[in-house]
């Protein structure tokens, strides 16, 4: 039988429960499968202070789109619902996780406020977290045509465009945010999000239950004592940054939620996505809640500690 492939999601709870061996007491064989979260399609690989950030039309979606190698996997939870609906795996209906995000840019920078930012190109990573995110929370404050958003690549991509100024703005979550938060990058508008689950067509659902089981172990050790993990940010990040960054100043980061993802949030997102056009003809999923959502009558139980 073959093991039940985890794909981390630059994150800290894997890793606490494999460090506690929380996914060995649920019996789970089990191995980790490179990160899409942690990987790089743009900036980060031209490597040159001389070159501006290079726009990149692909992102969580098309990955999706394209089959991961994980039993379960994750991406923000539009794109998941996106990828769900067009039959690329199914979303787990009982928990998601919230990541703070933000808009920032350099101390230097002349934009301080939210309005600031009307006509001012912000880096993200196409149909990604930081694409649905950053519209999101901008269609609050400016008009649709001022809206400009530079599709940029991943989180790396976005993280060494900033520090090397290739970029007036970005919109980052997880260890880049707290990266560039340390070196001075200022918050301009918040565009925390939520993220979702993606189950590969062959995932067992027992084995589901049995990872959920204990990263929700997992999430009540970091609550308990998140700066005994932070470490683990480490492995989210390329070793040039290790000398920059002081890991025990970062925030715990992405905090999973035990609670249904509810048909009625799955149609919002997914009119709300529609609305905007954000996918072309042919690309936005038809399937329902009941056949995008795998929803078990015997959700997962609440392990005492």
Same mark, same amino acid.
């Not at 039988?1 to 630059?10: Q, T, V, Y």
């Not at 070793?239 to 249904?260: C, M, N, Q, T």
């Given at each position: 039988?073959?093991?039940?492939?985890? &794909?981390?999601? /630059?994150?800290?709870?894997?890793?606490?429960?494999?460090?506690?061996?929380?996914?060995?007491?649920? #019996?789970?064989?089990?191995?980790?499968?490179?990160?899409?979260?942690? #990987?790089?399609?743009?900036?980060?690989?031209?490597?040159?202070?001389? @070159?501006?950030?290079? &726009?990149?039309?692909?992102?969580?979606?098309?990955? !999706?789109?394209?089959?991961? +190698?994980?039993?379960?996997?994750?991406?923000?939870? %539009?794109?998941?619902? !996106?990828?769900?609906?067009?039959?690329?795996?199914?979303?787990?209906?009982?928990?998601?996780?919230? @990541?703070?995000?933000?808009?920032?840019?350099?101390?230097?920078?002349?934009?301080?406020?939210?309005?600031?930012? +009307?006509?001012?190109?912000?880096?993200?990573?196409?149909?990604?977290?930081?694409?649905?995110?950053?519209?999101?929370?901008? &269609?609050?404050?400016?008009?649709?045509?001022?809206?400009?958003?530079?599709?940029? #690549?991943?989180?790396? *991509?976005?993280?060494? +465009?900033?520090?090397?100024? =290739?970029?007036?703005?970005?919109?980052?979550? /997880?260890?880049?945010?707290?990266?560039?938060?340390?070196?001075?990058?200022?918050?301009?508008?918040?565009?925390?999000?939520?993220? #979702?689950?993606?189950?590969?067509?062959?995932?067992?659902?027992?084995?589901?239950?049995?990872?959920?089981?204990?990263?929700?172990?997992?999430?009540?050790?970091?609550?308990? &004592?998140?700066?005994?993990?932070?470490?683990?940010?480490?492995?989210?990040?390329?070793?040039?940054?290790?000398?920059?960054?002081?890991?025990?100043?970062?925030?715990?980061?992405?905090?999973?939620?035990?609670?249904?993802? @509810?048909?009625? !949030?799955?149609?919002?997102?997914?009119? %709300?996505?529609?609305? %905007?056009?954000?996918?072309?003809? /042919?690309?936005? /999923? @038809?399937?329902?809640?009941?056949?995008?959502?795998?929803? *078990?009558?015997?959700?997962?139980?609440? =392990?005492?500690?």
């Amino acid at each position: 039988m073959s093991k039940f492939r985890i &794909e981390p999601h /630059g994150r800290l709870q894997e890793w606490v429960a494999d460090e506690k061996g929380y996914f060995k007491d649920e #019996g789970l064989d089990y191995e980790f499968v490179s990160s899409y979260a942690a #990987g790089s399609s743009g900036y980060a690989l031209v490597q040159s202070s001389e @070159t501006a950030a290079p &726009e990149v039309k692909r992102g969580a979606f098309e990955n !999706m789109e394209r089959g991961r +190698a994980a039993n379960v996997s994750c991406a923000c939870h %539009w794109a998941v619902n !996106m990828a769900s609906s067009a039959g690329h795996g199914r979303m787990w209906g009982h928990a998601y996780s919230v @990541t703070p995000s933000a808009i920032v840019v350099a101390p230097e920078s002349s934009i301080r406020k939210p309005g600031d930012l +009307a006509n001012v190109e912000v880096g993200v990573g196409f149909h990604s977290g930081s694409h649905f995110s950053a519209l999101q929370a901008l &269609e609050k404050i400016l008009k649709p045509d001022e809206i400009k958003l530079r599709f940029i #690549g991943q989180p790396r *991509d976005r993280l060494a +465009a900033l520090l090397d100024r =290739r970029v007036e703005a970005a919109n980052v979550f /997880g260890a880049p945010l707290y990266v560039v938060e340390q070196h001075g990058f200022r918050k301009v508008l918040d565009t925390t999000f939520m993220i #979702g689950f993606l189950l590969h067509s062959d995932a067992n659902v027992e084995d589901v239950k049995r990872y959920f089981r204990a990263m929700q172990r997992a999430q009540r050790d970091i609550d308990l &004592e998140p700066e005994r993990y932070k470490h683990y940010f480490l492995k989210e990040l390329p070793e040039k940054y290790y000398a920059i960054i002081d890991v025990s100043g970062f925030g715990p980061g992405e905090r999973l939620v035990f609670e249904p993802y @509810t048909p009625e !949030m799955f149609e919002q997102t997914h009119r %709300w996505m529609e609305e %905007w056009r954000l996918f072309p003809e /042919g690309k936005n /999923g @038809t399937a329902d809640y009941a056949r995008a959502v795998s929803v *078990d009558s015997d959700a997962p139980a609440t =392990r005492r500690p």
